[in-house]
């Protein structure tokens, strides 16, 4: 089982494809594979990374206190863990957006969106 060392927790992810980075991020329910399809689909020109954010099934919760600020790092955290450049990355309507977007301001110069 693939994970990466995030902040004070470990996340699970999943890596296919080659080409430019897309981060799939899910929505407040559910995990990774709410984007497998998605996945499948761009993997013959992304590299797609998939994952389960903190304290969804495969991620562990961490000890810090959940919030949208967390999340971001945790996804900026986690473009520098696995050497994610330039990457792109698309979410499920809701909570997710917020801190997809927080996490575009804290690395500008690594994401385009593919979503808004």
């Known amino acids: 089982?693939?994970?990466?060392?995030?902040?004070?927790?470990?996340?699970?992810?999943?890596?296919?494809?080659?080409?430019?980075?897309?981060?799939?991020?899910?929505?407040?329910?559910?995990?990774?594979?709410?984007?497998?399809?998605q996945a499948r689909r761009f993997s013959d020109r992304f590299t797609c990374v998939r994952y389960d954010r903190r304290g969804h099934s495969r991620s562990a919760r961490g000890n810090s206190t959940i919030s949208d600020a967390l999340h971001a790092d945790d996804a900026a955290a986690q473009d520098e863990g696995l050497h994610v450049t330039c990457a792109r990355s698309t979410s499920a309507r809701g909570r997710a957006r917020p801190w997809t977007r927080a996490r575009r301001a804290r690395r500008p110069a690594a994401h385009r969106s593919a979503t808004g």
């Open 1 to 37: 089982m693939p994970t990466v060392e995030i902040n004070d927790t470990t996340l699970y992810y999943e890596r296919t494809g080659q080409g430019p980075a897309m981060l799939f991020v899910h929505g407040m329910c559910g995990d990774a594979e709410v984007w497998a399809d």
